[in-house]
């Protein structure tokens, strides 16, 4: 199986700050990787999927980047919406396996 | 509005089995793959069971091969997971979601979840 590593596991950011999350495969997943967000006792939500397509009515403030086996999600100019957990999850192939998450807070 | 709305949760003894329905509404349900992606009280995600438009090819992670099926009905718009040999390691939040138009492998919607406790 293809193990999703994400960093940082948690990170404390103010409003209007840039943040980047990163996301390491295991193997290539060749960019078939999605981005989600899960706000607190809400489903997660997808923000970008072949990882550089922003999903329907995604903000532009959201970004993704990488191949091969590294991955990027970029959020400029923070918002107090933005703040929850985020997971990578790549589709190369069964199974299809999630980062282990990271979790957003507020400074 | 597109929707999933699972249902069918609950309390259950080791060992037990439960089935969860997902009724959807919203798009053309027969023309996408889904599937159940569960989260465990670490919150960690988990793939448990996909299947494919027409009902005819399913896929399931070793965690839970011989225990859960997955079926769905599309004349009812609805999808379904039969658990059985419940474990507490199954204990956790059951999503139904859609697959990305074209069998791609990302979830493009999903419900609200319904919540599995296994207990002994």
């Known amino acids: 199986d293809i193990q999703m590593t994400q960093s940082p596991a948690s990170l404390s950011v103010s409003v209007g700050e840039t943040v980047t999350i990163t996301c390491r495969a295991s193997e290539n997943i060749y960019s078939n990787l999605a981005w989600y967000q899960q706000k607190q006792g809400k489903s997660p939500q997808l923000l970008v999927y072949a990882a550089t397509n922003l999903a329907d009515g995604v903000p532009s403030r959201f970004s993704g980047s990488g191949s091969g086996t590294q991955y990027s999600l970029k959020i400029n100019s923070l918002q107090s919406e933005d703040f929850g957990s985020y997971y990578c999850q790549h589709f190369w192939g069964t199974p299809y396996t999630f980062g282990g998450g990271t979790k957003l807070e507020i400074k | 509005d597109v929707k999933l709305v699972e249902s069918g949760g609950g309390l259950v003894k080791l060992g037990g089995s439960l089935k969860l329905s997902c009724a959807a509404s919203?798009?053309?349900?027969?023309?996408?793959?889904m599937s159940w992606v569960r989260q465990t009280p670490e919150k960690r995600l988990e793939l448990v069971a996909a299947i494919n438009s027409n009902g005819g090819s399913t896929y399931y992670p070793d965690t839970v091969k011989g225990r859960f099926t997955i079926s769905r009905d599309n004349a009812k718009n609805t999808l379904y997971l039969q658990m059985s040999s419940l474990k507490s390691e199954d204990t956790a939040l059951y999503y139904c979601?859609?697959?990305?138009?074209?069998?791609?492998?990302?979830?493009?919607?999903w419900g609200a979840g319904t919540t599995v406790t296994v207990s002994s």
């Open positions: 919203g798009f053309t349900f027969s023309s996408y793959y």
């Open positions: 979601a859609r697959q990305g138009y074209g069998n791609y492998g990302y979830f493009d919607v």
